[in-house]
């Protein structure tokens, strides 16, 4: 199982939320407020699950906080339990849909398997977040 690190861009947030949780500008935030007409897979009072808009794999799910979080590198100690659910989502949605492999990735194209490899800038797996987020004090 694992977690994208994504890196902040102009069209993923401003980092500035409203009283709600959601930043403006955050695609991931639209979607969980329904306004971007994308099927929501699992939504419940912390999280929300849904199809990868550029999918890496047949089933590409992100599961994200409905509260807006700017990336894994701005998660804290005491977001652990959050990162612990939404792993479990994320296992129980696979499991929905016949994935029983985690470690599979012969279904990933050339540049999902570059992009989201061991130890890269842009991927980590959840058992590393929340290794990470442990020893922070």
Known sequence: MAAAVNTPTPESGTGKT???????????CKIVKREMGTEILH?????????????????????????????CKSLRKEHMPLVEKMVDIGKEILQKNNVTDLNDVSQMGFMSRLVYRLNSYWFITADQLLQNLNSMS
């Open 18 to 28: 409203d009283e709600g949780g959601y930043d403006q500008k955050c695609i991931f």
């Open 43 to 71: 939504n419940d009072e912390t999280v929300s699950c849904f199809r990868d808009i550029r999918p890496g794999a047949p089933h590409h799910y992100l599961v994200v906080p409905n509260k807006h979080v700017g990336n």
